[in-house]
């Protein structure tokens, strides 16, 4: 029987990665996995308690807020602003940054953004939905965290993952060394490390995308879905076509078996849809990690200067060989259309 290996075993072996880090670096992501331990115990009691549905107000994207985005906004705010290792937080929910000014965090080094409940539409389908968090070092570099601390590159990144809420619940992340994936053991409370080293194939058979709005894609994507959907021997095609509308989900699905996923522009959201900061900067930090790639069909998506907290952008995510048979047809139809 091999050794089970806990998620905070793992973080301390891998400690001396970051020797400038003294700690705080691993104590910041085991403060992740308790809110993680936390919002999967509501989850999965969500049928039996009165947390579904909407609390009827309305999010800083005008969404409607779920009572579980609530209580898992709540829960990471909790967990990251008590250890001492945080300034500053940015969350899908919340207009501005939360400034974590105590006597713990005077002098914190790192800055956090986060989507507490990705997908938070299926709740009540009882489909699966995540977190994403992303871990920056401040700027500033001293005092309150600001919000120029967020305004980096996902390049700058020096963490990033997600906690997929499923029919069990998993914890992936990567430090800029590799990517490995925890599955949370309810017997003992413990995320045990099961996917070690992930690396997503260069090449699947599945794109995700919600075809719902094919009408309002740009013609580099409807060319692309097209071309996927041919019958070609040599190329495995058609591809199947997996969209579970949960960015997770969908998201983790292709990272173990190959494939890719777009949320491209539409006539609807010409900017796009997904967020850059909190969203699409730490997916493609993983997936490039695990050997995949991600763009905004021009350009790397973890180049993209981020000019505002909740700026958006069209993202291709995935399998290295789909992601760049998607911007072929991108650059060919963008250039035809000029």
Not at 32 to 38: D, F, L, V
Not at 112 to 117: C, K, N, R
Not at 237 to 253: E, F, K, L, Q, W
Request: aromatic share 10%; net charge neutral; hydrophobic share 35%.
């Amino acid at each position: 029987m091999s050794k089970v290996k806990t998620l905070g075993q793992f973080i301390i072996e891998k400690q001396a990665d970051f020797p400038y880090a003294k700690g705080e670096f691993s104590r910041l992501l085991r403060d992740i996995g308790i809110a993680a331990k936390i919002v999967n115990r509501e989850v999965n009691k969500a049928g039996l308690a009165d947390i579904l549905g909407e609390t009827g107000d309305s999010n800083v994207q005008g969404e409607q807020v779920k009572k579980l985005d609530v209580f898992a906004n709540e829960q990471f705010i909790a967990a990251l602003t008590v250890g001492g290792e945080v300034c500053a937080l940015a969350s899908e929910e919340n207009e501005e940054i939360i400034v974590v000014d105590n006597e713990q965090s005077k002098n914190a080094k790192y800055v956090v953004a986060f989507d507490p409940l990705d997908g938070s539409s299926n709740i009540d389908a009882n489909v699966s939905v995540g977190t994403i968090f992303s871990v920056y070092r401040r700027t500033s570099l001293s005092g309150p965290g600001t919000l120029e601390d967020f305004m980096q590159r996902g390049t700058e990144q020096v963490a990033a993952g997600y906690i997929i809420y499923g029919s069990s619940t998993m914890l992936v992340y990567t430090t800029g060394k590799g990517v490995n994936g925890f599955t949370l053991d309810p017997s003992i409370g413990e995320f045990c490390l099961s996917h070690p080293n992930i690396k997503i194939p260069k090449s699947g058979k599945t794109y995700s995308i919600n075809e719902g709005y094919y009408v309002h894609f740009p013609d580099g994507v409807k060319k692309f879905i097209k071309w996927c959907q041919e019958e070609d021997k040599a190329s495995n095609r058609p591809y199947s076509s997996r969209y579970i509308g949960s960015a997770v989900a969908d998201v983790h699905r292709n990272l173990l078996y190959g494939g890719v996923f777009i949320y491209p522009t539409t006539s609807q959201a010409p900017k796009g849809k997904l967020r850059v900061l909190y969203e699409c900067n730490p997916m493609a930090f993983i997936v490039e990690q695990a050997g995949g790639k991600a763009t905004d069909g021009f350009k790397r998506i973890m180049e993209i200067d981020t000019k505002a907290l909740h700026q958006r952008t069209p993202i291709f995510i995935g399998s290295s060989e789909i992601v760049e048979r998607a911007e072929e047809f991108m650059a060919k139809y963008a250039i035809a259309a000029r």
